[in-house]
């Protein structure tokens, strides 16, 4: 992954985002199995699908955030394994209070909104309007 901080790009969210989670419980689901290995690897070797997942199950949100919209400032509608702009649609549903105690993450975001087109044909739509509904609300924060 680009974008990664030297200081942090070895460093696994275990060591980045103490505490250590330890291990896996021998009865967790599997995604909480896959959330458990996912803070053992080193930070720059996460993959946008890695990042979604992590962001939309709130792990190590300080950290995590900032490299997701950095990936998205190229990419709006990078995809993990969903569909375009899930990456996106993961960091739209991190709470508010996060934006507002971090201006400067909330500008990257709103930049990150104002290069999407809905003409581009991997422009994802909902039944529901959810990726616009979360756009308003994030521009209006």
């Not at 790009?9 to 103490?18: E, F, G, M, R």
Request: no cysteine; glycine share 2%; proline share 11%.
């Amino acid at each position: 992954m680009r974008d990664v901080p030297p200081e942090l790009a070895a460093l696994t969210l275990d060591q980045a985002d103490p505490p250590s989670w330890g291990p896996t419980p021998d009865d967790a689901t599997t995604l909480v199995r896959r959330v458990h290995r996912l803070r053992t690897v080193p930070v720059a070797q996460l993959g946008v699908e890695d990042l979604r997942l992590l962001v939309a199950q709130d792990v190590a949100r300080e950290l995590l955030v900032p490299l997701a919209v950095a990936m998205l400032r190229d990419r709006p509608l990078l995809e993990g394994d969903y569909y375009p702009g899930d990456l996106l649609m993961a960091v739209l549903r991190v709470p508010e209070a996060h934006w507002a105690a971090h201006p400067d993450r909330l500008a990257a975001l709103r930049e990150v909104l104002d290069r999407l087109d809905p003409e581009d044909p991997d422009y994802p739509t909902f039944d529901d309007d959810e990726l616009e509904t979360a756009i308003a609300r994030a521009r209006a924060w």
